[in-house]
């Protein structure tokens, strides 16, 4: 091998690729590589090979040895000089290579390259003094203490530079090859004095290199330390706790490492309950105490300890006096001389209240049954300090006492004390006094006294109007601070009172119990309903109730439909008080409500009810609003029905008076009217001139529709005249009161004109009519002038379309014998020839008052005594 030849130093870290020049290129451009190969100077044969000798260069043959490159080697001829690279250089790949170029022209030529492969640490391993391997942390150690580390490095290919930094901060460099066996080592040491605080946590690093391509290969320790705690302390200490509250008391130590363990401590009593917590640092512990002070902690020392239990020192304590505020502890005492199961009323009681309590008390306040007794003299209620006095003691006074104390805590109540104070019997009130019973029935009447002692004797006795008796034994029976008899009335003197008298060993009932036993009835109707709450389906009714008929008495409602009748609802109740549900809207309700017992039911009450309409859709579109303007109501709905109905009936009337009339008129107008007075039983009808009537007939009378009827009967042969005495003239006048009159005309003084006027109207007054069998005004005023056995009469009305049992004013069943409504009947030509029967007056009416001296005149209403008016 030809020394002189030129030498290229490459290093390359294992593992990297490399790149090995080689020179390719020539002077003369007609020359041409045909041939590159590549030598290791420990191997006598080529390890790659370019061959371009039988085409172009660039399209050269490649070659690599299987033993040496491998895949892991190409030639690359465009760089500058041309490089062999190799990866994943091995450590095996040292050596000396030789690179041999052979040109078509010149001369071959030969380089060689020296390839140094270097091998970074491979291996770290820190031990301490006794050789047990470290790896992330050294120690715990105390305060004060030192240590030694080694650091050894293996396969690190050339030797590496060992160092030790603390906190990044380089403290040794110091290394030295350790052999072991065929291997070698590299080994330094770090030697630690005085630790202190500061140095836990600190970091130890060692490092090694042996190149500046790869980063060092580094290990690092922390340094771990023990520590006792620093300080402990109790926070919010030394203030006042209150007795039955729950405390969160917090002790805190820092500087303890490990946390330091917290414990607590009551006179020398461990507490349990506690829950600690550890900062994230680990510097400060926190202890929560859950502390439920008692009275009897008061003035007892609470401490908080904190110790480091891996270490072997005392731990740190904190602690304060407790002062424990509790709320006033009461108890009530009855005075010394008195006796509690001796007090009766009329007697003097005083206690006294005896209060423990820190903060001391600074009221004190008496309590009977609950409520505060404030100071009362002339109610015998006297308080001074922390003692009661009642005077003159009554059953009103008996009941539990109680003394409550008041501090800053809050107030505090003794137990009570029941004070008994004994009384002879006096009657409970709101007991049933009355009592309904029949004829034979058995009734239990109960009498319920109040007295203290409860062991009383009763004594029973009946009143009436006849006699007093005492109820014998046998039928009174006793339980309790009751008296129960059995009572059945036989007849009607056993009706009366029943008086109920007790005593007991204080004294005799000085008022004894009264019960009234009367003849059971039907109860009375209810009074003062109303309908309240209406809405859309539903309405409450409420009523008071009435006198029960001496028997325990309910109520019963019905919910009809007004216009169809329809039961809606029934319901009953033991108060007149209804709620009525699930209605339709905007219908009209009848609500009958009575109350009923054993013996029957009352009268209904009825009353009308509306349910509430549903709301109407608004439009929003001006010709619907203003259509919307006006709308019907419900009530708005009934008047003009109202109105239309009166209006058809008055319609109806005028139209069949004038009818009637008329008639009239044609027959009196064919016929020879005679004057004169017709018989007073036909029908108490008179045509033509009035008894004493200078001034001619009346223009009434040519209008009377009883003329007619009259004069048919006149000349009717199978009607045979009465004679006309004055006791049937007195009866027929009396009988004449009960007229039904019907006026159209605009003015009734039109026709005290007519009456009084010298000149007779002869074309008759058409707008005044009386009803068939009546009697013409003027006929009747002058009869009541010319008979001097007629006096003045009161007037009366006549109501209009009543039934023979049932009329406007309610039922007839209440009328007298023979008293009862007669419905009018028009007359029929055929029954014009019957023979007219003398009736009575339909009822008895309420007379319109006037003064009895005052006399029919033309201002006199018409009257009829036979018939009703059907319109």
């Given at each position: 091998?030809?020394?002189t030849?030129?030498?290229?130093?490459?290093?390359?870290v294992?593992?990297?690729?490399?790149y090995l020049?080689?020179d390719?290129?020539?002077?003369?451009?007609?020359?041409?590589?045909?041939?590159?190969?590549?030598y290791?100077?420990d191997?006598?044969t080529p390890i790659?090979?370019?061959?371009?000798?039988d085409?172009?260069?660039s399209?050269?043959e490649?070659?690599?040895?299987e033993?040496?490159?491998a895949?892991?080697?190409?030639?690359?001829?465009?760089?500058?000089?041309?490089?062999?690279g190799v990866?994943?250089?091995?450590e095996?790949d040292?050596?000396?290579y030789?690179?041999?170029?052979?040109?078509?022209?010149?001369?071959?030529?030969?380089?060689?390259?020296?390839?140094t492969?270097?091998?970074?640490?491979?291996?770290?391993?820190?031990?301490?003094e006794s050789?047990?391997?470290?790896?992330?942390?050294?120690g715990?150690?105390?305060?004060g203490?030192?240590f030694?580390?080694?650091?050894?490095?293996?396969?690190?290919?050339p030797p590496?530079?060992?160092?030790w930094?603390r906190?990044?901060?380089?403290?040794?460099?110091q290394?030295?090859?350790?052999?072991s066996?065929?291997?070698?080592?590299v080994?330094?040491?770090?030697?630690i004095?005085?630790?202190?605080?500061?140095d836990?946590?600190s970091?130890l690093?060692?490092?090694?290199s042996?190149?500046?391509?790869?980063?060092?290969?580094?290990?690092?320790?922390?340094?771990?330390?023990?520590f006792?705690?620093?300080?402990?302390k109790i926070?919010?200490?030394?203030?006042?706790?209150?007795a039955?509250r729950?405390y969160d008391?917090?002790?805190?130590?820092?500087?303890s490492?490990?946390p330091?363990?917290?414990?607590?401590?009551?006179?020398?009593?461990?507490?349990?309950r506690?829950k600690?917590?550890?900062?994230?640092?680990?510097?400060?512990?926190?202890?929560?105490?859950?502390?439920?002070?008692?009275k009897?902690?008061?003035?007892?020392?609470l401490?908080?300890?904190?110790?480091?239990?891996v270490?072997n020192?005392e731990?740190?304590e904190?602690?304060?006096?407790l002062?424990?505020?509790?709320?006033?502890?009461?108890?009530i005492?009855l005075?010394?001389?008195?006796?509690?199961d001796t007090?009766?009323e009329g007697?003097?009681v005083?206690f006294?209240?005896?209060?423990?309590?820190?903060?001391?008390?600074?009221?004190v306040?008496?309590?009977?049954?609950?409520r505060?007794?404030?100071?009362n003299?002339?109610?015998?209620?006297?308080v001074s300090?922390?003692?009661?006095?009642?005077?003159g003691?009554?059953?009103?006074?008996?009941?539990?006492?109680?003394?409550?104390g008041y501090?800053?805590?809050?107030?505090?109540?003794s137990?009570p004390?029941?004070?008994?104070?004994?009384y002879?019997?006096?009657?409970?009130?709101?007991q049933i006094?009355?009592?309904g019973?029949a004829?034979?029935?058995?009734?239990q009447?109960t009498?319920?006294?109040?007295?203290n002692?409860?062991?009383i004797?009763?004594k029973?006795?009946?009143?009436?109007?006849a006699?007093?008796?005492?109820v014998?034994?046998?039928h009174?029976?006793?339980?309790?601070?009751?008296?129960?008899?059995?009572y059945?009335?036989?007849?009607?003197l056993?009706y009366?009172?029943?008086?109920?008298?007790?005593s007991n060993?204080?004294?005799?009932?000085?008022?004894?119990?009264?019960?009234?036993?009367?003849?059971?009835?039907?109860?009375?109707?209810?009074?003062?309903?109303t309908?309240?709450?209406?809405?859309?389906?539903?309405?409450?009714?409420?009523?008071?109730?009435?006198f029960n008929?001496?028997?325990?008495?309910?109520?019963?409602?019905?919910v009809r439909e007004s216009?169809?009748q329809?039961?809606?609802?029934?319901?009953s109740?033991?108060?007149?008080r209804?709620?009525?549900?699930?209605?339709?809207?905007?219908?009209?309700?009848?609500?009958?409500l009575?109350?009923?017992?054993s013996?029957?039911?009352?009268e209904?009450?009825?009353l009308?009810a509306?349910?509430?309409?549903?709301p109407?859709?608004?439009l929003?579109?001006e010709?619907d609003t203003?259509?919307a303007?006006?709308?019907?109501?419900?009530?708005m709905?009934?008047?003009?029905?109202?109105v239309?109905?009166?209006?058809?009936?008055?319609?109806v009337?005028?139209?069949?008076?004038?009818v009637?009339?008329?008639?009239?008129?044609?027959?009196?107008?064919n016929?020879?009217v005679a004057?004169?007075?017709?018989?007073l039983?036909?029908?108490?009808?008179?045509?033509?001139?009035a008894?004493?009537?200078?001034?001619?007939?009346?223009?009434?009378?040519?209008?009377?529709s009883?003329?007619?009827?009259?004069e048919?009967?006149?000349?009717?042969?199978?009607?045979?005249?009465?004679?006309?005495d004055?006791?049937?003239?007195n009866?027929?006048?009396?009988?004449?009161?009960?007229?039904?009159?019907?006026e159209?005309?605009p003015?009734?003084?039109?026709?005290?004109?007519a009456s009084?006027?010298?000149?007779?109207v002869?074309g008759?007054?058409?707008?005044?009519c009386?009803?068939?069998?009546?009697?013409?005004?003027?006929?009747?005023?002058?009869q009541?002038?010319?008979t001097?056995?007629?006096g003045?009469?009161?007037?009366?009305?006549?109501?209009?379309q009543?039934?023979?049992?049932q009329?406007?004013?309610?039922?007839v069943?209440h009328?007298?014998?023979?008293?009862?409504?007669i419905?009018?009947?028009?007359t029929?030509?055929?029954?014009?020839r019957?023979?007219?029967?003398?009736?009575?007056?339909?009822?008895?009416?309420?007379p319109?008052?006037?003064?009895?001296?005052?006399?029919?005149?033309?201002?006199?209403?018409?009257?009829?005594?036979?018939r009703?008016?059907?319109?």
């Amino acid at each position: 091998m030809d020394n002189t030849m030129p030498i290229i130093d490459v290093h390359v870290v294992a593992g990297d690729p490399v790149y090995l020049p080689c020179d390719i290129s020539t002077s003369d451009p007609g020359d041409q590589v045909l041939l590159v190969l590549w030598y290791r100077e420990d191997l006598g044969t080529p390890i790659y090979s370019v061959d371009g000798r039988d085409r172009d260069f660039s399209l050269a043959e490649r070659w690599s040895d299987e033993n040496v490159f491998a895949n892991r080697a190409y030639f690359m001829p465009e760089k500058q000089p041309a490089e062999l690279g190799v990866d994943h250089i091995r450590e095996s790949d040292q050596a000396i290579y030789r690179c041999r170029v052979d040109f078509k022209i010149a001369q071959t030529r030969n380089s060689r390259v020296n390839l140094t492969v270097i091998v970074p640490p491979q291996k770290m391993v820190i031990t301490n003094e006794s050789g047990t391997s470290l790896t992330s942390v050294v120690g715990p150690f105390p305060e004060g203490s030192s240590f030694t580390l080694r650091c050894d490095v293996y396969g690190a290919k050339p030797p590496p530079i060992v160092t030790w930094s603390r906190n990044e901060v380089v403290v040794s460099n110091q290394s030295f090859v350790m052999p072991s066996g065929g291997s070698a080592y590299v080994r330094s040491e770090l030697r630690i004095t005085g630790l202190g605080r500061r140095d836990v946590h600190s970091e130890l690093t060692c490092r090694a290199s042996n190149n500046n391509k790869t980063p060092p290969l580094a290990a690092t320790l922390h340094v771990d330390m023990n520590f006792g705690p620093l300080d402990v302390k109790i926070l919010g200490a030394n203030q006042p706790l209150s007795a039955g509250r729950r405390y969160d008391l917090l002790c805190q130590s820092s500087g303890s490492r490990p946390p330091a363990s917290i414990t607590w401590w009551k006179n020398g009593q461990r507490l349990e309950r506690t829950k600690d917590t550890t900062s994230n640092d680990g510097n400060t512990t926190t202890s929560t105490l859950s502390f439920i002070p008692k009275k009897e902690d008061d003035g007892k020392y609470l401490s908080c300890r904190a110790e480091n239990k891996v270490m072997n020192a005392e731990g740190l304590e904190d602690g304060w006096q407790l002062e424990i505020h509790y709320t006033p502890e009461a108890q009530i005492i009855l005075g010394a001389s008195l006796n509690p199961d001796t007090i009766r009323e009329g007697s003097d009681v005083y206690f006294d209240c005896i209060v423990n309590a820190h903060p001391p008390v600074y009221k004190v306040e008496w309590r009977h049954n609950g409520r505060q007794l404030n100071i009362n003299v002339a109610g015998g209620i006297i308080v001074s300090n922390q003692s009661l006095v009642l005077q003159g003691v009554s059953r009103s006074t008996a009941g539990n006492y109680t003394c409550v104390g008041y501090n800053t805590e809050g107030d505090g109540e003794s137990k009570p004390f029941y004070l008994n104070v004994m009384y002879a019997p006096t009657c409970t009130p709101k007991q049933i006094n009355i009592y309904g019973v029949a004829k034979q029935e058995k009734a239990q009447i109960t009498c319920q006294v109040d007295a203290n002692p409860p062991d009383i004797q009763f004594k029973w006795t009946f009143n009436n109007s006849a006699d007093s008796v005492d109820v014998a034994q046998s039928h009174i029976a006793r339980s309790g601070t009751s008296s129960i008899v059995s009572y059945t009335p036989m007849t009607e003197l056993d009706y009366g009172t029943l008086l109920c008298y007790a005593s007991n060993k204080i004294g005799s009932q000085k008022v004894p119990c009264v019960f009234h036993i009367i003849a059971a009835g039907r109860p009375d109707q209810v009074h003062n309903c109303t309908v309240t709450n209406i809405s859309m389906t539903s309405f409450s009714v409420k009523c008071s109730e009435g006198f029960n008929g001496g028997l325990p008495q309910s109520f019963y409602l019905e919910v009809r439909e007004s216009e169809s009748q329809e039961l809606k609802s029934n319901l009953s109740s033991p108060v007149p008080r209804f709620s009525v549900t699930r209605l339709e809207t905007g219908v009209q309700y009848q609500i009958s409500l009575f109350s009923y017992n054993s013996k029957g039911r009352s009268e209904p009450v009825i009353l009308q009810a509306f349910t509430l309409r549903l709301p109407e859709k608004q439009l929003t579109a001006e010709k619907d609003t203003q259509l919307a303007s006006f709308r019907f109501t419900p009530m708005m709905s009934v008047l003009i029905g109202v109105v239309s109905a009166l209006l058809i009936v008055a319609l109806v009337v005028i139209v069949v008076l004038r009818v009637q009339c008329s008639q009239d008129d044609r027959i009196k107008h064919n016929k020879n009217v005679a004057p004169g007075v017709v018989s007073l039983e036909h029908r108490g009808s008179v045509c033509g001139p009035a008894l004493g009537d200078k001034g001619g007939g009346s223009p009434i009378s040519k209008h009377e529709s009883s003329c007619g009827e009259y004069e048919s009967d006149e000349k009717n042969p199978d009607i045979i005249p009465q004679p006309v005495d004055e006791d049937f003239n007195n009866d027929y006048m009396r009988k004449r009161q009960h007229i039904s009159t019907i006026e159209t005309s605009p003015s009734r003084n039109l026709l005290h004109q007519a009456s009084n006027s010298a000149t007779p109207v002869t074309g008759g007054y058409i707008g005044y009519c009386t009803l068939r069998n009546g009697m013409p005004l003027h006929e009747l005023t002058t009869q009541s002038h010319s008979t001097s056995i007629v006096g003045p009469y009161p007037q009366y009305t006549l109501p209009r379309q009543a039934q023979p049992s049932q009329w406007q004013y309610g039922s007839v069943g209440h009328l007298p014998p023979g008293i009862y409504p007669i419905p009018y009947q028009n007359t029929h030509p055929s029954h014009q020839r019957q023979r007219p029967v003398h009736r009575e007056p339909p009822i008895p009416l309420q007379p319109i008052l006037q003064p009895p001296e005052e006399e029919s005149s033309v201002e006199t209403p018409l009257i009829i005594n036979k018939r009703e008016s059907t319109v």
